[in-house]
């Protein structure tokens, strides 16, 4: 990670530590490093989710790409996979650009860069556009005459990525009742689309930003609303989204959410029947629950640990040709068809493996037993000082000692935010939120979290 970026792009809140100004410098270095710095014309695809500020931070993009000589194309309000998926399928373009901050609340928003390949951009490109925002990396000619960039309406690629998702279904969606929670956020125009072409009989809720109403209290980051939601209406299943749409938690038809782990399971077990998973194998992160990897034992399928963060399980499965990954958050990769995270694409997967076993998503899941987990998010002054602190680290030594082989602690700096997270896995939340204070306690006492 650097200065600026981190594993999810440079996030911040919005003209406090992500800037308009910032993001004119992005655009301008994008334009120049992939243009006239080969002697090229760079082309560059840009999508936004939903937020208020993404509409400036678009203008400032632009700016910058144009003014460094680079053609601007814009999908417009779209999800992170999408840009993704323009990029990777169609040979005009250099690189890719999404303004979002995911998960976040509306007044934070980020810039995700996305290369060639539809991947994230890789962290030498990142180090010299951080040098360039730092002052360190000199001048860069501006355009001028007719070799200032254009502004390029391309709708037209959203359309084709829809296109896309809708031809990956196996079988029609008739007769199924189908929840989604589209958390005011970039799949509230394209999601729906999707399913009612397959033939679903679609439910939707959160599908009316206003700019200032993304993820807030909906969406994978609260999904208890949708879970009562397809109580309520009887449906079949529900699928959540995250504010760009690179995230899917599900819920079954008795209202139980089936997170990320449980969503690796039931894909990669289905997959393992297909013969369709190359290597055995299942990329995790520290994150996954016990029971997750109890249960691939059982069905003899191998697995993986990666750092959290969508990147390295990308990094993992490219690395290895693994064709399936994710987190428990609902970041689930199928390298075959995608190069990132994609609700949809996970929605859709999961509707193959039950209309193509005809059973219910709560039988997929039953075999997985979850093991209780507390984690709590303690936001310090810095994150370093706080993980390095010996105090706090013979603290997490004395909860693993007492845990043993009944369960795990795991502390772990955010990749986004100034954030300290406590996670612990045992028998009861009981046990589990008495250790995890136990060590956030001392994160307190040491003076390293900022009251709230």
């Not at 697995?303 to 959290?308: L, N, P, Q």
Request: glycine share 10%.
């Amino acid at each position: 990670m650097g200065k600026y970026f981190g594993t999810d792009g440079f996030r911040g809140k919005a003209n406090e530590t992500l800037t308009v100004k910032h993001a004119f410098q992005v655009g301008r270095f994008i334009g120049w490093y992939f243009g006239v710095r080969k002697g090229e014309k760079c082309s560059v695809v840009i999508g936004k989710d939903t937020r208020r500020s993404s509409y400036m931070f678009e203008y400032a993009l632009v700016a910058g790409l144009t003014a460094s000589g680079a053609d601007a194309y814009l999908l417009h309000v779209t999800t992170t996979p999408s840009v993704a998926y323009v990029v990777r399928t169609e040979q005009d373009f250099n690189c890719g650009i999404m303004i979002s901050a995911s998960h976040n609340p509306y007044y934070d928003n980020g810039i995700k860069l996305i290369n060639e390949n539809g991947e994230k951009m890789g962290q030498d490109v990142i180090d010299e556009v951080e040098k360039y925002i730092d002052g360190e990396a000199g001048e860069i000619p501006l355009a001028t005459d007719g070799d200032i960039g254009r502004t390029v309406d391309y709708s037209a690629g959203r359309n084709r990525y829809i296109g896309y998702l809708i031809s990956l279904a196996t079988r029609s969606y008739r007769g199924m009742r189908v929840g989604l929670d589209c958390a005011n956020g970039s799949s509230w125009m394209i999601a729906k689309s999707v399913f009612d072409a397959l033939g679903a009989t679609t439910y939707v809720i959160n599908n009316a930003p206003n700019g200032m109403n993304i993820n807030a209290g909906c969406g994978s980051t609260h999904i208890e609303g949708l879970c009562q939601y397809v109580i309520d209406n009887q449906l079949d299943v529900g699928f959540a989204f995250d504010g760009d749409a690179d995230r899917c938690l599900a819920v079954d038809e008795k209202g139980h959410e089936i997170n990320g782990d449980l969503i690796l399971y039931i894909c990669g077990n289905y997959m393992k029947e297909l013969g369709e998973l190359r290597n055995n194998t299942v990329v995790t992160t520290v994150m996954s629950n016990f029971g997750l990897y109890k249960a691939f034992d059982e069905a003899g399928i191998d697995y993986v640990k990666t750092a959290v963060g969508d990147k390295y399980v990308y990094e993992n499965m490219q690395q290895n040709g693994h064709r399936i990954g994710g987190e428990q958050s609902g970041h689930i990769i199928f390298s075959k068809y995608a190069s990132t995270g994609d609700g949809i694409l996970t929605a859709i997967k999961i509707m193959e493996v039950m209309l193509e076993k005809k059973t219910t998503l709560s039988r997929l899941a039953e075999p997985v037993h979850i093991y209780p987990q507390v984690l709590r998010n303690v936001r310090v002054r810095d994150k370093k000082l706080a993980m390095e602190d010996k105090d706090v680290l013979a603290a997490i030594e004395e909860v693993s000692e007492k845990l043993g082989d009944e369960g795990r602690i795991l502390v772990r700096e955010s990749g986004t935010e100034p954030l300290v997270r406590v996670m612990v896995e045992a028998g009861s939340n009981s046990v589990c939120s008495a250790y995890v204070d136990q060590v956030v306690d001392v994160i307190y006492k040491k003076g390293h979290a900022v009251a709230q």
